[in-house]
């Protein structure tokens, strides 16, 4: 098998014939166990192009083919793309700070200080995550409101519209869940006063508040569960709603740009 | 007419009134995905995937610009005796903070809150957003009346609570969607505010409360949640 002309700026090794790296990469590229991993060919075709989407479990949410204006940055302004980053960044660097973080107390104060003199980069990984979570928070905002005045809401995409409202409620918990963990004054208090106003809501307020916390105040307890919640429930919720939103973003025909297009994609009511 | 059609006989013939021509042509219903054919269309890989891949890259360089910039907030280790003076939550609840100091904890912690919820999730079921047409399109005498009614209730239930950052907002929203009225005539700016449909303005509402609040919890407010200029050191 010959490649005829690189697929990506990654492969260019292979377009210089008698190169060491290149004979490597060809006799890589043509093994009986590469071609067991990558089904479709190296040759730029458009069957090979249409292989790499659909062979691919993760690349597969995406259609073999899109259409072309939905690319222009104004369709969508990638705000729902940059909140999708934000997640992976925010998987990664928690992960990682997971490996320094005992949720107990003082120890997870001393953590926090740890992570800044002892812990190589733990400072920047810590800043990394905090400042990604911003940006989701705000990127999911934002998104929703692109959406809306796009009016990419209507038939068919009325329920991805309510799998979307549940993202944000989910990235707002997460963002919640998370300030805790540092255990410093602000995370302590901040979370005070955020579930003092669940203790408002009527007939539940008091147990919903207690099952929170593990307890009526802000404690060792609430730590671990906020801990818990953070890790393991919410990213998992996450993962679960986002998986079907993007899905059916795909079933629908794909994103949904300014109404000024509306020939692409909207149905009269 | 002069000939008699026979059944199964092939006629050939220009003229309608011996063969009868179609008159008429019955769309059938498809999903929107497949009624575009003319669309120019491109192969997601590479060109879908490069884009990605490149947002990818922008977002973790900038992140990581900020990261090594700027240090996450760390303070002194947690202490339930002593109580920060405002104890303030994370940035995107400051708007609900904020109406903490002006209503009554379940009007502020569960009501409006609730009902914001509430709306977004019916937004894509109500008519009036499928509909989509301008506010002032079609009856505008019953539609000022209407506007008019609201916005004062609105003002008035408001501003009896003391809660300006809604009030005033309220107020000068309703003025400009008074002034959107028969604005095709008008200059550009106008022109494209007749456009701007009932759902739009409530919306548009709704985001200038939003940050209004959280602009107001998260820089204006100092001790005893009073109020505070953030370019005059305390």
Request: charged residues 15%; contains cysteine; glycine residues 8%.
């Amino acid at each position: 098998m010959i490649p005829e002309k690189p697929m990506s700026p990654g492969e260019m090794p292979s377009e210089r014939p008698g190169g060491l790296f290149a004979a490597f990469w060809q006799w890589l590229r043509e093994s009986a166990v590469y071609r067991s991993i990558v089904r479709h060919g190296v040759e730029d075709t458009p069957l090979n192009r249409s292989l790499i989407i659909f062979e691919n479990l993760f690349l597969h949410v995406h259609p073999v083919k899109v259409r072309a204006k939905t690319l222009r940055f104004r369709h969508t302004y990638w705000l729902g793309g940059i909140a999708v980053v934000c997640t992976l960044v925010l998987t990664v660097t928690g992960v990682l700070l997971m490996f320094y973080y005992h949720p107990s107390v003082p120890r997870a104060y001393r953590d926090m200080k740890e992570l800044g003199y002892v812990v190589d980069n733990g400072l920047f990984l810590r800043n990394l995550h905090r400042w990604s979570a911003h940006l989701m928070v705000f990127a999911a905002f934002a998104h929703l409101l692109r959406v809306f005045y796009h009016r990419a809401y209507r038939p068919p995409r009325q329920f991805n519209w309510v799998i979307g409202v549940v993202l944000l409620l989910v990235t707002l918990l997460l963002s919640y869940t998370g300030y805790l963990l540092p255990w410093d004054q602000l995370a302590f208090w901040g979370v005070s006063v955020g579930t003092n106003m669940v203790r408002e809501m009527p007939l539940l307020g008091e147990k919903i508040r207690f099952l929170l916390l593990g307890g009526n105040i802000v404690s060792e307890n609430a730590l671990l569960r906020f801990y818990v919640l953070h890790c393991v429930l919410l990213p998992v919720a996450l993962l679960v709603f986002l998986s079907v939103h993007v899905w059916r973003v795909r079933k629908d025909g794909g994103v949904q740009g300014p109404p000024e297009d509306s020939d692409s994609g909207e149905e009269a009511p | 007419m002069s000939e008699i059609l026979r059944p199964l006989e092939i006629v050939e013939s220009n003229d309608p009134l011996v063969l009868p021509r179609r008159v008429a042509m019955l769309h059938p219903d498809v999903r929107p995905a497949v009624r575009r054919r003319e669309e120019r269309w491109v192969m997601t890989f590479p060109h879908l995937i490069v884009r990605e891949v490149i947002l990818l890259q922008v977002v973790v360089i900038v992140l990581s610009l900020v990261a090594i910039l700027f240090d996450a907030p760390l303070e002194g280790l947690a202490n339930p005796q002593e109580t920060p003076n405002p104890a303030k939550a994370p940035w995107y609840f400051l708007g609900l903070q904020e109406l903490l100091h002006y209503f009554p904890p379940i009007v502020a912690g569960v009501l409006l809150p609730g009902l914001v919820a509430l709306a977004l999730v019916v937004i894509p079921y109500a008519r009036v957003n499928l509909a989509a047409g301008a506010l002032w399109a079609g009856r505008g005498k019953r539609t000022a009346l209407a506007l008019g009614a609201t916005a004062t209730l609105l003002t008035l239930l408001f501003g009896a609570f003391g809660c300006w950052p809604i009030a005033v907002p309220t107020i000068l929203l309703a003025l400009a969607m008074f002034a959107a009225r028969g604005g095709e005539k008008g200059g550009a700016l106008r022109q494209a505010m007749a456009r701007v449909t009932l759902p739009e303005w409530i919306m548009t509402w709704f985001v200038l409360i939003a940050t209004l609040l959280t602009t107001i919890g998260t820089f204006f407010r100092g001790p005893g949640w009073s109020w505070v200029w953030p370019w005059i050191g305390t």
